[in-house]
């Protein structure tokens, strides 16, 4: 059990276009989804925590308006890298939380979608 | 920034046990302990939480000091396969969130 999925594992764009990443909880309703990144040879860096039926909630230094993220159901949510450029291109990686104990529930994994802009 | 502090990497031998120490004298009473790891270009997959006792499930041990201070992640038997980088992170007890550090890299040796 407990398996997030993303699609696309991999994507290769243009510079000035918009990628959509999805993430999806396979097995488990999920109230909380995070959205992280990593660069090459460096630790996940997390970018926004996204209540379903809310607005995210971006980290410090994170573009709301670069990084659109949308969580319309307990078990999918959405991140677009809008106007995207080369130095977006990095490892998008989704987690999802079920329940409410913001404390205590475990965090599953997606397995991290591969962007490359040209 | 992340409240742990872990080796940067560390060795072991295939069929030993390797023992990942991590420092979180910061954690306040009511946080967890997570551990995670994360196989090159994956996701991190969980590996076991705690937050006193000793905690034990069929991938690993997880053994908390009284004074929770430190832990100790403990494989029984590694194998190549879980060579890997380990992240032990102290949740956020207000938000959840998991803020990870640079965890240890763990090589398994033949």
């Known amino acids: 059990g407990a398996v997030v999925s993303q699609h696309p594992s991999w994507v290769i764009c243009k510079s000035g276009t918009s990628v959509k990443i999805e993430c999806r909880s396979l097995d488990f309703q999920a109230t909380t989804m995070f959205w992280y990144r990593q660069f090459p040879k460096q630790s996940l860096m997390l970018m926004a925590t996204s209540n379903e039926g809310s607005k995210a909630t971006y980290e410090q230094g994170v573009e709301k308006d670069k990084f659109l993220i949308n969580h319309a159901s307990l078990t999918l949510s959405t991140l677009t890298v809008t106007s995207a450029h080369p130095e977006d291109s990095s490892f998008y990686i989704c987690s999802a939380r079920p329940g409410l104990a913001a404390r205590t529930d475990t965090q599953y994994f997606g397995p991290g979608t591969r962007l490359t802009v040209l | 920034d992340a409240k742990t502090t872990q080796p940067p990497s560390m060795d072991c031998a295939e069929g030993r046990a390797a023992n990942l120490p991590c420092n979180h004298s910061t954690i306040s009473g009511n946080e967890y302990v997570y551990w995670y790891r994360q196989i090159h270009s994956q996701g991190p997959q969980y590996i076991i939480h705690g937050l006193k006792n000793n905690e034990t499930n069929e991938m690993a041990s997880l053994i908390i000091t009284e004074d929770r201070k430190s832990s100790t992640l403990i494989l029984p038997h590694a194998t190549l396969r879980d060579t890997a980088v380990y992240y032990c992170?102290?949740?956020?007890?207000?938000?959840?969130?998991?803020?990870f550090g640079q965890g240890t890299t763990l090589q398994v040796k033949p």
């Open positions: 992170i102290v949740r956020d007890r207000n938000t959840g969130k998991l803020i």
